[in-house]
C-alpha cells in the first residue's frame, strides 16, 4: 500500500515499501493550474515598461460583482478562482491577497509561483489602490527594489511607492487565448416592463446636472448597470446580471455612447435615434474601446466638469478629469441614486416577479419535505432543482447569483455553495438553508428560507425564532422619511438579548432586471427622502460546525399611515414564501410580532 502526505497541498511524499525508499514527487493536484509560464511572459512585459510591481485586481474595468470569463485576469494569473482578491506580481515574487472563506479553496487552487497572504494589514498596504479603485495600476518603487522586495509582504511603506497607470493591461498582453467578447447582441426592455423611457431618464438626469451648484456639464457612467438603466436595455455578457460592456457620456445636449457597435442591430439604432432633436442630440454610437479618447477630447473644452460616481469609475478614466476644477465626485452617480429608487411600474411589475418566484420557492420546499425522508437528494440536487421551478415561470432569465444550498455544518458558512466535492445528502436529522434569486423581465429577486423536516432542538428553534423576530422587527418599523440609520439594531436585538449574534450586514438593495446587490438599505433612507426602493432584512446565526439559519425576504419603502404624523415610511415585505412553522417558538413572540408573521397561527 501507498502512504500518501500532503505538504501544502502541491507535493506528494509517497513511500513504497517494496524498495523501502522515499520519493519526492513534484505534483501538481489537478485544481493546481501552473503559472510559470504565465508569469515569466508578465514579468518580461512589466521589465519591458520598467515596472517593478504589477497590481491585478479581481474585478473589472466596471468594478463589476460578477465579470465575464475574459476579465478573469487575477484568476488567469493565479489560477485562484474566488469571487474576491487582489494580485501582486512583483519581478521575483507572486502574492494573493483574499478573505478568509477563499483561503483554503486559494491553496487548492494556485501553484508554488504563488503565495496566499492572509495578513490584512500587508493588504491594506500592499493594495494602496483599493479605495480609489483603480483598474489597471502599477507600483513603481522609488527605493531599491531589491529591498522593497525583501519588505514585501510584510511592511511595504505606501511612501516609497508610486503608483502608476499605465494604458496597456499587460496581462491581457500575456493571455493568448483570452476568451471572446461575447457575441450576442443587445436587447431592448418590452415596454411593458417599462415606465420611463431613455428620453425621460435622460431628462431626469440632466435636471440633477443644472440643479447641482457645482455645475456639471457632463456625466460619466462606468457601472454596467448605469447604461443599462439609462437606455432600459440589456445585455448577457456577465453571469448572473444582464448586463453588457459599455459606458456612457451624457452631458447636457449630447449623449455618447460607448458598446461593441456590431452588436447593436438597426432596430436599436432606430430607438436610440428617435424622439430627439435635432438628431444630434440623440444617442450617438461609438466604440467601446474609444471612451478614454473622448474622454481625453472632452476634457480639452473649457468650461467643462464631469460628474462621477468614484464607487464605479476606474482609475484610467479617473486619471483623465483633470484639472481638478473640472471634476465633480460623488460616491454613487445620479443615475445609482435615481436608479435605485423605483418608479410605480418597477413597483408593480416587481411584485408579479415575486409571486412567479414564491411559486418556484415553495416547488422546492414541498418536493423536499416529500423527498428529504427517502435519502436521495442533495444540496446540489436541491440547488438544481430550485433553479428549474424558477426557468419554468413566466419571463424567467436563470437565477440572479449561485443558489446556496447549505445543510448542517455547511450552513453555517455564510457565504456556501455546494459542489460536487462538499455537497451534502439532506436529511430529516439537519437543517437546511436555501438562498436564492431569480432574473426575471420583470424583477430581481433573493429570497432566503431555513427549514428542518425533522426535528429541531431547542436550541435550534430559539435561535430560528430570534431571528425571524429580528427580520419582523425590521420590516415592521415605521420611520420618518429621510432617517439616517441602520436596520442592523432592530435585526440583531432578539439575539443579542441570549448573546447571539451574526457577522454580516443586514440588508442590501435588489435591482427590477438587474444586480441582486445594490446599495444599503441605510445608505438608501439617508440619501432619499420619501422613496419607495427595494432592500433586504436578512438576519441570521451561525452555529459553526453545526447549523446555519438566515431569513432573507424582499421589502419595498412605502408610506406608512401614522396617528399623527405625515411623511412616513414603512417597509412592504414582497416575499411570499412561508417561514418553517416547526421552528418557530410563539411563546418568545411579542403579540405584535405574531400578527405581522402570515403563517403563524395564533
Ligand atoms: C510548469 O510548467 C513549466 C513550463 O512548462 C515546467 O517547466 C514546470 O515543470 C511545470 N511545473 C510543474 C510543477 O508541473
Ligand atoms: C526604462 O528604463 C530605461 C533605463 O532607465 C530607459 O532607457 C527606458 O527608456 C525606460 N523604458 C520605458 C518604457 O520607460
Ligand atoms: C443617429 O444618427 C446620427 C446622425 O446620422 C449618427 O451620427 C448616430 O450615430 C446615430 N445614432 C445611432 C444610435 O445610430
Ligand atoms: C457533478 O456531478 C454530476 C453528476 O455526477 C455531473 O453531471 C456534473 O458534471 C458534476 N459537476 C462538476 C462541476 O463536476
Not at 404624523?565 to 418553517?580: A, I, K, R
Request: charged share 20%; hydrophobic share 40%.
Amino acid at each position: 500500500s501507498t502512504l500518501i502526505v500532503t505538504f501544502q497541498g502541491l507535493f506528494l511524499i509517497s513511500f513504497f515499501p517494496i524498495s523501502g525508499s522515499w520519493n519526492v514527487i513534484r505534483y501538481l493536484p489537478s485544481t493546481v493550474v501552473n503559472t510559470t509560464l504565465r508569469l515569466q511572459a508578465l514579468r518580461e512585459a512589466m521589465s519591458s515598461v520598467n515596472v517593478s510591481a504589477y497590481i491585478i485586481p479581481g474585478t473589472d474595468a466596471h468594478l463589476s460583482e460578477y465579470i465575464a470569463p475574459r476579465d478573469a485576469r487575477m484568476a488567469f494569473m493565479t489560477g485562484f478562482t474566488g469571487s474576491a482578491g487582489t494580485a501582486v506580481v512583483t519581478l521575483n515574487k507572486a502574492v494573493l491577497w483574499t478573505d478568509s472563506r477563499y483561503w483554503v479553496q486559494a491553496e487548492r487552487q494556485m501553484d508554488c509561483n504563488w503565495e496566499l497572504e492572509k495578513d490584512v494589514n500587508a493588504y491594506s498596504i500592499c493594495c494602496v489602490c483599493d479605495p480609489c479603485r483603480m483598474y489597471h495600476c502599477i507600483m513603481v518603487v522609488f527605493s531599491n527594489p531589491i529591498e522593497t522586495y525583501e519588505s514585501y509582504s510584510y511592511n511595504l511603506v505606501p511612501a516609497k511607492l508610486m503608483l502608476k497607470s499605465i494604458p496597456d493591461n499587460l496581462v491581457d498582453g500575456v493571455w493568448t487565448d483570452r476568451p471572446l467578447i461575447p457575441p450576442d447582441n443587445l436587447i431592448r426592455l418590452p415596454d411593458r416592463v417599462v415606465g420611463r423611457t431613455w428620453q425621460m431618464k435622460v431628462e431626469h438626469i440632466r435636471t440633477q446636472m443644472t440643479d447641482n451648484p457645482y455645475k456639471p456639464t457632463a456625466v460619466l457612467l462606468s457601472a454596467l448597470d448605469e447604461t443599462a438603466w439609462l437606455f432600459n436595455l440589456r445585455g448577457s455578457d456577465v453571469p448572473y446580471n444582464p448586463f453588457f460592456y459599455s459606458y456612457t457620456l451624457l452631458t447636457l445636449n449630447e449623449i455618447w455612447l460607448f458598446v461593441h457597435k456590431d452588436r447593436v442591430t438597426e432596430d436599436l439604432k432606430l430607438y436610440l435615434n428617435s424622439t430627439c432633436f435635432p438628431l444630434a442630440h440623440c444617442v450617438q454610437l461609438l466604440e467601446y474601446e474609444q471612451v478614454r479618447v473622448m474622454l481625453k477630447n472632452y476634457m480639452t473644452t473649457s468650461g467643462v466638469k464631469v460628474w462621477i460616481g468614484t464607487e464605479y469609475t476606474n482609475y484610467a478614466l479617473y486619471e483623465l478629469i483633470t484639472p481638478e476644477e473640472k471634476l465633480l465626485t460623488s460616491a454613487y452617480s445620479p443615475v445609482l441614486t435615481t436608479k435605485a429608487v423605483k418608479d410605480e411600474t418597477e413597483q408593480r411589475i416587481l411584485r408579479d416577479a415575486h409571486v412567479r418566484d414564491a411559486v418556484a420557492v415553495i416547488q422546492l420546499l414541498m418536493w423536499l419535505e416529500k423527498v428529504v425522508p427517502e435519502g436521495k437528494e442533495t444540496e446540489m440536487t436541491a440547488a438544481y432543482y430550485v433553479n428549474e421551478c424558477r426557468s419554468k415561470q413566466k419571463d424567467s432569465r436563470g437565477p440572479s447569483f449561485e443558489t446556496i444550498s447549505a445543510s448542517g455544518p455547511n450552513a453555517a458558512l455564510a457565504h456556501y455553495s455546494p459542489s460536487n466535492a462538499t455537497s451534502r445528502k439532506l436529511t430529516v436529522d439537519e437543517m437546511y438553508l436555501v438562498d436564492s434569486g431569480g432574473q426575471y423581465l420583470d424583477g430581481t429577486t433573493d429570497i432566503t428560507r431555513t427549514v428542518h423536516w425533522g426535528i429541531p432542538t431547542d436550541m435550534q428553534k430559539e435561535a430560528f425564532t430570534r431571528v425571524l423576530m429580528g427580520n419582523i422587527e425590521i420590516s415592521r418599523t415605521i420611520f420618518p422619511s429621510g432617517t439616517k440609520g441602520e436596520c442592523n439594531m432592530l435585526g440583531r436585538r432578539a439575539l443579542w438579548e441570549v448573546g447571539l449574534n451574526y457577522g454580516h450586514g443586514t440588508g442590501h438593495g435588489v435591482g427590477n432586471y438587474f444586480g441582486v446587490h445594490e446599495c444599503t438599505i441605510a445608505l438608501l433612507i439617508v440619501n432619499f427622502e420619501c422613496l419607495q426602493v427595494v432592500s433586504l432584512p436578512e438576519p441570521g446565526y451561525y452555529k459553526e460546525n453545526d447549523f446555519g439559519i438566515r431569513i432573507e425576504d424582499v421589502v419595498v419603502i412605502v408610506p406608512a399611515h401614522t396617528k399623527y404624523g405625515h411623511n412616513y415610511l414603512t417597509f412592504e415585505t414582497v416575499s411570499l414564501v412561508p417561514y418553517d412553522r416547526k421552528l418557530i417558538d410563539t411563546s418568545l413572540m411579542s403579540p405584535q410580532q405574531v400578527r405581522n408573521t402570515r403563517c403563524v397561527d395564533t
